[in-house]
Nanobody
Framework: QVQLVESGGGLVQAGGSLRLSCAASGRSVTNYDMGWFRQAPGKEREFVTA????GSSYSVKGRFTMSRDNVKKMVYLQMNSLKPEDTAVYYC??????????????????WGQGTQVTVSS
């Protein structure tokens, strides 16, 4: 079992930056690949980025960078040049580490409660 708690969301102007954090507790996080997803109102949950247990990252949003600190049991999402369309609830997720990093929500086993990010124009 892994428990995940996101923080760092808020209101930011377009062009600004935010850094989201996700604190993991429970079993050793080195056993898990981690991901960030987001969900805007009326839309499906969308993959943002993921990072393997060893630190290899995979992102579909070039403005976003994911990192992890296994000692602190933390993962981070640095978001730059934010746009109004980035407005969503952002979720941290975990899955047992695999051969490749997963980019679909169904592959993840554990989820945080989400943190709201609102980008104003």
């Amino acid at each position: 079992q892994v428990q995940l708690v996101e923080s760092g969301g808020g209101l930011v102007q377009a062009g600004g930056s935010l850094r989201l954090s996700c604190a993991a507790s429970g079993r050793s996080v080195t056993n898990y690949d981690m991901g960030w997803f987001r969900q805007a109102p009326g839309k499906e949950r969308e993959f943002v980025t993921a990072i393997s247990w060893s630190g290899s990252s995979y992102s579909v949003k070039g403005r976003f960078t994911m990192s992890r600190d296994n000692v602190k049991k933390m993962v981070y999402l640095q978001m730059n040049s934010l746009k109004p369309e980035d407005t969503a609830v952002y979720y941290c997720a975990a899955k047992i580490r695999g051969a490749v990093v997963a980019d679909t929500a169904v592959e993840y086993d554990y989820w945080g409660q989400g943190t709201q990010v609102t980008v104003s124009s």
